[in-house]
């Protein structure tokens, strides 16, 4: 399972940015149809750029609307968030 997680992942090289970690709607402050802020940074850090979209899109998953404004939002990336699923699920 190694090899071939890894064989997935090293399909594109990924910079490494400062990103939330943790972007779900309870943290994106809006007034009046405006993004206004973003709360709750204590899992900020320095991530691989895939790690926000990954993230959080594993937390809510399909359950609503969301996927659609990440996918506007953020880069979308599909297999990693894929990968990720599958890791977190066996270690978790």
């Known amino acids: ?14 910079s490494v940015c400062f990103t939330h ?3 779900r709607p309870q943290n ?7 993004i206004t802020g973003i709360i ?12 926000e979209f990954a993230k959080a899109l594993y937390v809510w998953r399909w359950q609503n609307d969301w996927v ?11 297999n990693e968030y894929a990968v990720h699923s599958f890791v ?3 270690l978790w």
């Open 1 to 14: 399972i190694r090899s071939f997680l890894a064989g997935m992942l090293s399909q594109k090289r990924h």
């Open 21 to 23: 970690a943790d972007l």
């Open 28 to 34: 994106i402050m809006v007034r009046g149809g405006s």
């Open 40 to 51: 709750d940074w204590e899992l900020s850090g320095w991530y691989p750029e895939y790690w």
């Open 68 to 78: 659609d404004y990440l996918t506007k939002a953020l880069e979308p990336y599909y």
């Open 88 to 90: 977190a699920e066996a």
